[in-house]
């Protein structure tokens, strides 16, 4: 077991390193083998899945496998306590089950790259750092402990950044990777502190050890300390509030990252980080509160925010925000098999919509949704594939989004948490309603661009369906944003006696829920959205302008996204960078002044010692004679007598 | 007789002897065979030495050991014969007449250096010290053409004779206190007669002598005129081979043999080692010849090698042998490029290694990651290395030794940068591409991979000089 997940981690970074040293002139073989790498690897985590499920019921833990070599030891230096650094391989049904997820999207991510980046200039690049993200993923999903996982957390980080450049020449997609950058580096400054207190305080890295030595530290305030920062990273990665304002500019990158990274795996890693670290988090019931709120904030803000937005992909990557708002939610009222379950339905609907909109985007070479339009009739796979991921999403019964929501809102409601449930409820009413309006606005109708800027048609007369690389990875996202959820239904756990909540816990039995009411009041509210996308945009018997004046102040309000980037960029230009001013001066005449006069110095010592190198054998001769003498003169003073002393 | 210690040099020294037959048995116009034979005869000697590694023990009753720590620095040594061989590929070629002398003259030095890590006794030390030496010599004046090459051979000469005059009149020293030439014997005798003058100044003497072949101040300033003027390739046996055999007879002399904890003693090997870091870096800073700063940066490791004996504790000495496995494969990739460059037309000048990304990034990159292993800096090996010496010092309370070796450390990475300032930065004025043959290609990579591995994910070979170390410090 633990070689197959050695395996699986390792053959995307063959594929990396194939690729960029040999095949890179060679496009089309550089697909191939990265192609051929992520099916090794989605192979391989199917086997670690099969083997941690075959493991006896409630074998718990010792369902999976943990190995680990030490990777750096230093040791302990007098007061200074040594150093001791594993890298190792967890195998439990959390770990397999992520790696399963992250190896068959980015399998079909990858082959759907082959259609959507056809022609492109940087096509090996493009599938290099692919392979490089395939592997930086699974290697934080297999981590044993904190230290590998920050490790490879920087490096999804870095493939990020490469891929949201990817068009590193387009001015807007370079700022967007270097926001992506920046933002990230804020909250993962605060996780380093937080792993490097953690192995302070409790002397290990290695998620196991770390689970016991928490237990006995409750309640203490620098547990407090170290799962507030630690919780930060997360923030971070998974762009909630207030760091969320990277994700929507990273759709700069090519589609199909966006899919990959920015909506199925890479964003879902803080999920999966708080997940893995549970034991952490849950000790500290402030920072449980903390993480519910700002979920449950950040589903309700991104999704009004998605409410406004024209770019298709702007739409979807604030519907990622607002679906990893509810993760949040979910695992800070205590249920991490509910958080790991929309984790999973999400990456599938939320990566089939994605590449859907990819396959638009290719087509029609446009984004603004209302310059689509009666692309159902073209596009008959993408827009059914596409109306299935939005259903899915939506919550409607019994697509995969219907299950997890429905844990989520259970699992806030059976908390206590209220106000979260309604919370909840209302965001699944926005989520419903933008998801429609952009069917109804890009798939109906009949012209193009007919509805809100007055018609230009004939522009998209050339509009046809995409190929068979990018149409099968659309059909089995479907076919997974269908089914998916059923491993989480009552159905599912009285045929097989386990359900996807006991099976990711720990062993620890959490069966699945159906209330009733929750799940009734969940679709009302998703019809009525659906509803009502449909009356303004579809019927157009409500018409959206006069809403959005009528609604003016709030509609601007949203349309600026509550102003964040603004007052962030008041916040760097002002005060960043006048501190920065003020360092630079110091730095320039300070600073550089001492170390220049330092290194001058240096250099004119240098000079002169370098006299001594005559080139005359004689004076080397001298020298070591006159050295020897001194030496036995200088030691043996004391023999003689001390006569020097 | 139980020859089973001492099979390593036997096959060593039959390859040496082979390959001058073979020389002579083969027509001329065919001679290009031998130097691939010589790479592959000493990378089976490689294999051997890991295949039957032998269970220890000793020759002539205990004249010589075959232990972990000679075992270690033996495979050292094979492994910088082979990758100077393959590096030699090309040079041989313009030796019509004398080619199979030259890569038997290296198993001869080979030879020699075996015998140096195994001396147990100060006469086998001795002649294992010569055995290295000679051929090193005639191979440093290889290059009859070059007035600079003849001028390196004849210095190079001429000092070692006066460092081995110094070295066996302080043998005879010792040998005239305790009456025995066995290091055993000599500890013995010497815990009685430590405050011996005689004793003292041999013990100096032998010591000087060695702290010549390491290249350390003041006793260094043989190596930049020579292997300024010597081949590539056989600088770079000079820089990797000599040095480790002149720290395996010093590891074994100053641990066995001398009463080197007693009185100041300890306070030479403290200044030696101070000098050479300090005065190697500063006389590097302002070089302007690439195979001159690799000498003066090889004085400079001298005295970063030598806190493993100032430490003088297991820990110290597994991070010396840590150090010189990083610090060979460093210096034989730079080596390398620095000869594959000059085969493509290229001087040592620094200057004239401008342009390099252009007209040969595999290079370029190659020698960016030696260099940067020389300066400490991860992710290369260089970095764990001096970690592991300084950390060790640091222990032991010498903290402000720690900082004047990271001060200087810092002072190094000036040098350094600014190499790759201009292999990276500067524009060549010819920018045709460089041609690299295969053989240098080979080693430029395994010289890479080991530096990164090695700096990436050190505890394999962590473990393994811990383990050496741990079975001879007491």
Redesign the interface.
Known sequence: MVESAIGLVLAPLASFILISFVTRRAAILSAVISIAAAGISFALSLSLLVGVLSAPAGAGLAAGAHASIQWLSIPSIGRFRGLEIAMGVLVDPLSATMSVIVSLVAFLVTIYSLGYMKGDPGFSRYFSYLSLFAFSMLGLVIADNYFQTFVFWELVGLCSYLLIGFWYAKPSASDAARKAFVTNRWADFAFMVGVILLFIFFGTFDFGQLSSAIAGARGSAMLALVAALVFVGPLGKSAQFPFHVWLPDAMEGPTPVSALIHAATMVAAGVYLIARGFALFQSVPGVMETMAYLGGFTALFAASIALVQKDIKRILAYSTLSQLGYMFMALGVGSMSAGMFHLTTHAFFKALLFLGAGSVIHATEEQDIFKMGGLGKKMKITAWTFVIGALALSGIFPLAGFWSKDEILFASLSSGHIGLYVLGIAVAFMTAFYMFRLIFTAFGGTAFGGTASGGEPTEHAHVHESGPAMTIPLIVLAVLSVFAGLIGSPWFQSAFGFSFGSFIFFGRPEASHLDMTTASISTVVALSGIFLAWLVYGKKLLKAERIAAALGPLYRLLDHKFYIDEIYAWVFAKIMLGLGIVFDWIDHYIVDGLFDGLGGATRALGRKLRLTQSGRLQGYALVIFAAVAIAVVFISTDLLGGFLK | MDFSAIRLELVAALIALGLLVFGLLTPRGKREVIGYIAAAAFLGLLALSFLAPGGGGSFQGGLYLDDPLSLFFKRLFITAAFLVSLMSLRFAKSLEESRSEFFSLLGFSLVGMMMLASANDFVSLYIGLELMSLPLVILTAYDRTSGKSTEAGT?YI??SA??SA?LLFGLSLLFGATGSFSYSDTLKALGSVA???LV??GS??VV?GFA?KISAV??H??S??IYEGAPAPVAAFLAVGSKAAGFAALIRLLLFALPASS???P??IL?LSVLSMV?GN??????TNMKRLLAYSSIAHAGYILLGLVAAST?GVAAMLYYLVLYLFANVGIFAALSAFGEAGGSSEISSLKGMWKRSPFMAASLLVCLLSLAGIPPAAGF?GK?YLL?EV??Q?KLWLAALALVMSV?SI?YYISVIRVIVMEKAEDESRIRVSLANKAILAVSVLVTLGMGV???PI??WTRAIAGSIVR
């Open positions: 210095k001429l000092l006066i460092s110094v405050d011996d003058p003292v100044i100096i003497m000087a010549f003041p006793f300033m043989w930049p005129d009185g100041d003693f306070l030479l200044s005065v500063l006389i590097a800073l302002p070089q820990a764990i970690f950390a640091a222990r309370g002072v000036s994910f050190p505890a962590t473990e």
